[in-house]
């Protein structure tokens, strides 16, 4: 069965924009977006689009490839001041003479959209309250909404990194899930990936996980977008695997909108938070 991203963010944002509608204001979310990426554009349209549909306000500030650090530096510190603006988020990725460590520990964590400062990192490892990052929190409010159990079930994570794989398994670990993160130094990867009762595939890689890495019956979800001749693919190869799985997330249409909708979400717990409301 398909995990359909597409739908369920449909009816969650449905959902959403109903409390949107009873706030004094729109919550208002600036956009930080550096240089000419493709498809760092796409995203950020995409964003701004579904933002709007839910009566957010979304701005998006352009700046050069060359711009310097003191511009961007200045840029969010106006945003951190100004109480009308309830979310920032910086797109990545950056250019690399800028600092995005330290661009992103500048942003106020009161209005850290993408759960990535280090302060929401660390109230996410001690299991407090917080934002969470969008892409693991968009693939929690999916399994839930399909009513997937998660608790006792073994969930195996093909990823590390600090916006997925880490932050995924921490928030599957508090729900009462038993969690093997693997990586590109996993020995014996294969073993590991066919006990999964939930298969996460967040390694940026076109087709890596095949059938004969899957347990039959298990829950696969694909976190890839890889940009292969102008078209969109996973991390899995649906083709193959949807077969023997229960359920499966397809690329487009699964945790892409999934994670624009658990960003509008954010935004909202952010405006609340803020107490902004006059
Ligand atoms: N600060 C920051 N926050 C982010 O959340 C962030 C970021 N930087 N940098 C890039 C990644 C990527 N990302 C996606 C979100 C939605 C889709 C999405 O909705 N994809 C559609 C397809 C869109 C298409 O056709 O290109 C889908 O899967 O159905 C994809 C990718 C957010 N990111």
């Known amino acids: 069965m398909i995990l359909d991203g597409r739908k369920t963010a449909d009816i969650l944002n449905e959902q959403l924009k109903e409390k949107v509608l009873r706030l004094n204001r729109k919550p208002r979310l600036e956009i930080i977006l550096i240089g000419d990426d493709p498809a760092s554009h796409t995203y950020v349209n995409s964003k701004l689009k579904q933002a709007s549909q839910l009566g957010m306000e979304v701005h998006i500030n352009h700046m050069d490839e060359s711009v310097l650090e003191d511009e961007v530096i200045q840029l969010i510190t106006s945003f951190n001041q100004n109480n009308q603006v309830d979310g920032i988020l910086l797109q990545l990725p950056i ?121 039959i019956g298990a829950v696969v979800i694909d976190v890839g977008i890889n940009r292969v001749d102008n078209k969109l693919v996973g991390d899995v190869d649906f083709d193959e695997v949807a077969p023997i799985a229960s359920y499966i997330t397809p690329v487009p249409k699964g945790v892409g909108p999934m994670t624009i909708s658990a960003l509008a979400h954010n935004l909202y717990e952010l405006y609340l938070k803020g107490d902004k409301n006059t």
């Open 95 to 215: 250019p690399k003479h800028l600092n995005e460590v330290q661009l992103m520990e500048l942003i106020d964590f009161n209005k850290d959209v993408d759960g990535f400062h280090t302060m929401n990192q660390g109230l996410l490892f001690q299991k407090r309250e917080g934002i969470r990052p969008a892409t693991p929190k968009g693939i929690m409010m999916l399994l839930d909404h399909y009513h997937i159990p998660i608790e006792g079930m073994h969930v195996v994570i093909i990823g590390r990194s600090q916006i997925v794989g880490m932050p995924l398994s921490k928030m599957f670990i508090d729900r009462n899930a038993t969690v093997t993160v693997t990586h590109s130094k996993t020995k014996n990867l294969k073993e590991l990936t066919k006990q999964a009762d939930i298969l996460v595939a967040a390694l940026g890689k076109p087709k890596f996980v095949t059938k004969d890495m899957v347990k």
